[in-house]
T-cell receptor, first 112, second 113 residues
Framework: DAGVIQSPRHEVTEMGQEVTLRCKPI?????LFWYRQTMMRGLELLIY????????DSGMPEDRFSAKMPNASFSTLKIQPSEPRDSAVYFC??????????FGPGTRLTVL | QQQVKQSPQSLIVQKGGISIINCAYE??????FPWYQQFPGKGPALLIA?????SEKKEGRFTISFNKSAKQFSLHIMDSQPGDSATYFC????????????FGKGTSLLVTP
C-alpha cells in the first residue's frame, strides 16, 4: 500500500484566499483524522471521521475551517478565508478502528 | 489545554547512552499510550505503544515504562544511536473517542557520535 497520501505537499497563498488540502487514506481504514502542527501548539487534533461521518470537530479553530469526507477514499480540509496564523503543517492520518494511526507526509501551508 | 505533558523539551545524549523522555496525563479515561517518532519533513510514525494493563513493554532498544497510579509513562532508548536523532512525541487516547490522539509537545533528541 502507498500509505496515506496528501496533496499538495507545499502550499503558499495570500491572506484571504481559499485553501483546500486533500487526503487519501489507506484503503480499508474506517477512521480518518486531521491534525495541525505548529511550533507554539505542537500537534493538535482538528477533526476526525468514522465511516465518512464527522464524529468530533471540536478542534476546528473557527468557522473558516471545514472538512468533508465524501467517500471512504478521499477527504478535504478547507480554509476560507485563510489568515497568516493558519500557517502550519497539516497532517492527515488513518486507522482501521484499532488504536494505530498512520500519518501522511503532511502539507506545509504558508499564508502570506 | 494540554492533556499530556512531556519533558524534557530537548535532549542531547552520547552514542551508546540511554535516552529517557517522560510524560504525564490527567484523564483516567485514556487507555492507549503510543510514542511517535518524527524526522524533519516527515509525518509522525508509530514507534511503540502500551496499554495500562501492563507496566512495561519492550521492543528492541525501545522500552515504555507505565505507572498507572502516578499517571505517568516514559520512553527509554537504550544504546542510543545517531540515527535515533529525531523528535519524539508521547500521546494518549481512548477507545470512546475513536483513539484520536492527544499529543505531548515533543522532545527533540540529538545523539552525538
Amino acid at each position: 500500500d502507498a500509505g496515506v497520501i496528501q496533496s499538495p505537499r507545499h502550499e503558499v497563498t495570500e491572506m484571504g484566499q481559499e485553501v483546500t488540502l486533500r487526503c487519501k487514506p489507506i484503503s480499508g481504514h474506517d477512521y480518518l483524522f486531521w491534525y495541525r502542527q505548529t511550533m507554539m501548539r505542537g500537534l493538535e487534533l482538528l477533526i476526525y471521521f468514522n465511516n465518512n461521518v464527522p464524529i468530533d470537530d471540536s478542534g476546528m479553530p473557527e468557522d473558516r475551517f471545514s472538512a468533508k469526507m465524501p467517500n471512504a477514499s478521499f477527504s478535504t480540509l478547507k480554509i476560507q478565508p485563510s489568515e497568516p496564523r493558519d500557517s502550519a503543517v497539516y497532517f492527515c492520518a488513518s486507522g482501521s478502528g484499532t488504536d494505530t494511526q498512520y500519518f501522511g507526509p503532511g502539507t506545509r501551508l504558508t499564508v502570506l | 489545554q494540554q492533556q499530556v505533558k512531556q519533558s524534557p523539551q530537548s535532549l542531547i545524549v552520547q552514542k551508546g547512552g540511554i535516552s529517557i523522555i517522560n510524560c504525564a496525563y490527567e484523564n483516567t479515561a485514556f487507555d492507549y499510550f503510543p510514542w511517535y517518532q518524527q524526522f524533519p519533513g516527515k509525518g509522525p510514525a508509530l514507534l511503540i505503544a502500551i496499554r495500562p494493563d501492563v507496566s512495561e513493554k519492550k521492543e528492541g532498544r525501545f522500552t515504555i515504562s507505565f505507572n498507572k497510579s502516578a499517571k505517568q509513562f516514559s520512553l527509554h532508548i537504550m544504546d542510543s544511536q545517531p540515527g535515533d536523532s529525531a523528535t519524539y512525541f508521547c500521546a494518549a487516547s481512548s477507545q470512546n473517542s475513536g483513539y484520536a490522539l492527544n499529543f505531548g509537545k515533543g522532545t527533540s533528541l540529538l545523539v552525538t557520535p
